[in-house]
């Protein structure tokens, strides 16, 4: 399917534990994004990459780690997971980064950490 | 970084008024201030965007007006229906980042 896609859809796992979120893309956008959602913080920047091999920090990186060998993907790793982390994270991407051009966001992944 | 204010958090209005949702921001090297509608469970789409070399822009229903010199850009939905019931993020880019607004959680009531 074309798009942007993010699995799980759902994740439950235990403190401590490390997980990874997914993201895949068709277009070949060059900017890939990673929020989370939380009530009363709206979207907020955890990591975003400008192309294959290059990622930066966004707004709270910490507890997090992203890679991106490959155009299309850019999984997000919570190395320990934290109760903190529960959370909705979105993936995103762009063809310009921010200069003017949408961000397609994916689905989603709700995390739950217990 | 960029600071994105977004006000009101929620917003009740009857169908056909008009809604307004207004955000502020504080580097004026923004320069592109995208909008996002969120329905509940699903992801959140762009409905429309704006430069910084515009003041207005219309599509349709949906209007934004930029005012760059006091950083403050504003939503407008006019005849509100109960589809627009959702929640709207307004953004701006600084740099390679969108920075989000909290988000305001609109109800159209039939």
């Known amino acids: 399917d074309a798009g942007i896609t993010q699995s799980p859809r759902y994740k439950i796992t235990e403190t401590g534990r490390q997980v990874t979120l997914m993201c895949h893309q068709t277009?070949?956008?060059?900017?890939m994004f990673w929020y989370r959602q939380d009530l009363g913080h709206g979207l907020r920047l955890i990591y975003y990459?400008?192309?294959?091999?290059?990622?930066d920090k966004g707004e709270v990186p910490d507890g997090y780690v992203v890679s991106r060998s490959k155009t299309e993907n850019f999984p997000l790793t919570l190395e320990s997971a934290t109760r903190s982390q529960t959370s909705v994270y979105f993936c995103?991407?762009?063809?310009?980064?921010?200069?003017?051009?949408?961000?397609?966001f994916g689905q989603g992944t709700r995390l739950t950490v217990v | 970084g960029e600071n994105v204010e977004q006000h009101p958090s929620t917003l009740s209005v009857q169908e056909g008024d008009s809604a307004v949702i207004k955000c502020t921001y504080s580097?004026?090297?923004?320069?592109?201030f995208p909008w996002y509608k969120q329905e509940l469970g699903k992801r959140p789409q762009l409905i429309i965007d704006?430069?910084?070399?515009?003041g207005e822009k219309k599509d349709q229903r949906i209007a934004v007006t930029l005012n760059k010199t006091a950083k403050h850009f504003s939503l407008h939905i006019t005849e509100t229906q109960p589809e627009d019931s959702a929640v709207y993020f307004c953004?701006?880019?600084?740099?390679?980042?969108?920075?989000f607004g909290t988000g305001t959680s609109l109800t159209v009531i039939p």
């Open positions: 995103a991407s762009s063809d310009q980064g921010t200069q003017g051009t949408e961000a397609f």
């Open positions: 277009w070949s956008h060059s900017y």
């Open positions: 990459s400008a192309a294959a091999d290059i990622t």
């Open positions: 580097d004026s090297a923004s320069n592109y």
């Open positions: 704006i430069r910084s070399n515009v």
């Open positions: 953004a701006a880019s600084y740099g390679n980042q969108f920075y």
